[in-house]
């Protein structure tokens, strides 16, 4: 058999042929036992015994360890030999500070003493469940929201100062519209009066009065104008907590916080995995910092809120696998 | 995680050829994925990049052991009917173990992600960088090469294989 064709009996195999090919293949005898090899060789190598679940669950953590270590500066927060005192360490260190287990957790398996890992920092994490902060501490957030909360009294203050300002105004106007428009009609009450009498006056006083009045009215127009538009209700009305708004960039750092989806997401850690077929919207909580990789299946929407507002983050599925991204 | 950690880990396994190194393998894979998520690119396929790192830092391990799978002696003779089945799970994967062992790294790699991870020639072209052309070839010869060592073996078969 030629090598051509064992190659076109394995790309058959793995449903790589085109529909030519695949004729080709089946309407060879010598092929068609060739398939027969590959498929059992395939099965064969598939067959690879599951990891134990304590080495498994000692992966995962050291895992997760270090990537809480990777986004906090190298360093994790650990407790030392000392109950009473805590340092951090530096992972990039050879020489470790000794760590004891402290699980954040209940777990269901202890920790094994090193895991069976040469690397000592491994063989650390590996043994020690390094307590994590889920969430990385933002000092500069204080200071930050202080002065937003100025900012948002000092605006507040403006917006009732510009408020009372302008409700004055709107007062005086009216106070001039009823005069003008008085000293309208007592104008043309005269100027029929007197009728040709006094042209020049009444002309001078019935062109005063009508200026005024067309002046006041307007105003007086504006201001309901504007007072309409205040009292009518806005075009965009608020939308539904679980309403995706919009795809808008996130910044690398947000803090989000789900609070709608269309599935049912577990919360562990800063690692989900979407549970397929539920469509009732969730109301779980899930903070985490990005990238968040959440495991689901294509079309999820998941709602998130930030400091900056409500935002939609798209979930990108690629072959079954969705991740939160920060931008639609 | 969880959902990948299977995968990654018979990934390894079948790379590095026994389960000691296969552990290693795995946690150097695990943590080179989460430290590279920063560096990930949305546009591209999460699974090969996650496959892809875990496959490099898997290999780049075995390199720094400078160990190849260790070698295992083929020459093992089970009694077909009396064998316990745990035995004969065990000498199948010494078989499996012993022929990835004499393939080219870059073959045993493709055959691995087709096989075990069930990538198609697409993801694997991704995932390795090289050309489709070269991932069907490359399995190709890698299933050729395999199937000789099997049937060199073959009256060591497991039994569950050879009274099929």
């Known amino acids: 058999m030629t090598d051509e064709l064992n190659e076109l009996a394995s790309a058959y195999v793995d449903g790589e042929t085109t529909p030519d090919e695949s004729a080709r293949v089946e309407n060879d005898t010598q092929a ?41 500066d190298k360093t994790i927060v ?75 009294v000092l605006g507040a203050g403006f917006t009732i100062a ?49 200026d005024q009045a067309e002046s006041a009215a307007d105003f007086a127009d504006e201001d309901a104008a504007e007072v309409e538009e205040e009292s009518a209700p806005a075009e965009s009305p608020a939308p539904a907590d679980n309403e995706l708004l919009s795809f808008d960039v996130l910044p690398d750092d947000a803090e989000l916080e789900m609070i709608g989806s269309n599935t049912e997401l577990s919360t562990d850690f800063q690692f989900s995995s979407c549970a397929t077929g539920a469509n009732d919207p969730s109301g779980g909580e899930l903070l985490g910092y990005l990238p968040i990789m959440v495991g689901g299946e294509r079309g999820e929407l998941l709602v998130f809120s930030s400091e900056t507002g409500r935002r939609g983050v798209s979930v990108s599925a690629v072959d079954n696998q969705c991740q939160l991204l920060p931008q639609g | 995680m969880r959902r990948h950690y299977d995968y990654i880990y018979a990934v390894c396994r079948r790379v590095a050829g026994n389960d000691a190194d296969a552990n290693d393998c795995t946690q150097e ?51 077909v009917h009396t064998a316990p089945t745990e035995d004969r799970i065990i000498v199948e994967q010494l078989y499996v173990d012993g022929a990835l062992r004499d393939l080219d790294e870059n073959f045993r790699t493709v055959i691995v992600l087709r096989d075990i991870v069930g990538m ?38 497991p039994p569950t294989e050879r009274h099929r």
């Open chain 1, 78 to 152: 650990v407790d030392k030999p000392d109950p009473d005192a805590t340092q951090k360490i530096d992972l990039r260190s050879n020489n470790p500070a000794p760590l004891r287990a402290v699980p954040n957790e209940p777990q269901d398996q202890a920790p094994t003493s090193n895991g069976g890992y040469s690397d000592p920092n491994i063989a650390g994490l590996v043994g020690n469940v390094v307590p994590i902060s889920p969430k990385p501490s933002y000092r500069w957030l204080a200071p930050l929201a202080g002065a937003a909360a100025f900012v948002l």
């Open chain 2, 29 to 79: 894979a695990l943590i080179a994925v989460v430290k590279g998520l920063q560096r990930f690119n949305s546009q591209s396929s999460f699974r090969s990049w996650a496959y892809r790192v875990a496959t490099n830092a898997c290999l780049d391990e075995l390199r720094r052991k400078k160990r190849r799978p260790v070698p295992t002696d083929l020459d093992i003779e089970v009694d």
């Open chain 1, 162 to 210: 510009s408020q009372d300002t302008f409700t004055s105004s709107s007062d005086e106007a009216s106070s001039v519209a009823v005069a003008t428009t008085d000293s309208a009609v007592a104008a043309e009450a005269r100027q029929v009066e007197q009728q040709a009498g006094s042209a020049s006056a009444s002309d001078a006083a019935d062109t005063d009065a009508d």
């Open chain 1, 32 to 72: 068609q036992i060739t398939v027969d090899k590959i498929r059992r060789l395939s099965s064969r190598i598939n067959s690879v015994a599951p990891q134990q679940d304590e080495v498994r669950e000692n992966h995962i953590a050291a895992a997760l360890a270090a990537f809480d270590a990777a986004a906090s």
């Open chain 2, 120 to 157: 198609e020639y697409r993801e694997i072209s991704e995932c390795l960088d090289i050309p489709m052309g070269t991932v069907r070839s490359r399995i190709s010869r890698a299933r050729q090469q395999l199937m000789q060592v099997f049937e060199q073996t073959g009256n060591k078969t």
